[in-house]
């Protein structure tokens, strides 16, 4: 009986440890089918950004739409609209009506684009499924970047099972902060050219210009 018993679980722990494997190979699978998406496609989606500091009690709170091609995106929201055509970005603020620009880095880029962010960090870090009883027909995948010196502690992102659109994307830093992104109406292969990717500063009067290249 006890041989019996042994024989048992030897087979559960061979089998947990085939669904371990295939599971991380899953995880694997799914975060590239969703790279795909992001880079064969012209896409669009509205979007809600929250970032809460660790020391602070009252989030930043931000919503508007985002527009990405390859290398190239655009976002805008009541307070900035920001654009980058590959390898320069503007950056315009409605409010003081100044426009910066730059040729960001890699890091710099991230900031403004989570969608490359998560990109890159896709083979940059360890992946998993986790569990996440709020949503059935989603995957939920955490990644870990295997660099241990990188600013960035974790990454979730729920995908659609049947899309492979990300739905939501959460990052968390080493220093406690918390960025929630929040995607909706996500579309792909929209129309678009080059010239959707460049900010036009002639169509405003008495822009302030302020060039960083």
């Known amino acids: 009986m006890r041989a019996k018993f042994q024989i048992i679980s030897l087979v559960a722990a061979m089998m947990i440890s085939v669904s371990a ?45 985002f527009l990405m091609k390859g290398n190239k995106f655009a976002f805008n929201t009541k307070e900035m609209q920001v654009y980058f055509d590959g390898k320069t970005q503007w950056a315009y603020m409605p409010e003081i009506n100044e426009v ?4 960001p880095t890699e890091n710099e880029l991230a900031e403004t684009n989570p969608l490359a962010l998560l990109q890159a960090y896709t083979t940059k870090s360890t992946t998993k499924h ?9 995957y939920t995948i955490e990644l870990n970047p295997k660099d241990k010196t990188s600013d960035i502690k974790k990454i979730q992102v729920v995908i659609n099972k049947k899309t492979y659109f990300p739905r939501s994307i ?28 460049i900010f ?14």
Do not use: C
């Open 21 to 65: 494997t295939g599971q991380m190979k899953s995880a694997s699978t799914v975060l590239n089918s969703m790279v795909n998406v992001l880079k064969n496609n012209s896409i669009q989606t509205n979007f809600g950004l929250v970032v809460k500091e660790a020391n602070s009690t009252k989030p930043t709170i931000m919503n508007g739409t």
């Open 100 to 103: 910066s620009i730059t040729n």
């Open 130 to 138: 986790i569990k996440n009883t709020s949503v059935k027909d989603a």
């Open 170 to 197: 959460q990052l968390v830093d080493k220093k406690g902060m918390i960025s929630t992104l929040a995607l909706t109406k996500f579309q792909k292969g929209v129309k678009t050219d080059d010239k959707t990717f």
């Open 200 to 213: 036009d500063s002639s169509i405003y009067k008495d822009i302030e210009i302020n060039d960083l290249r």
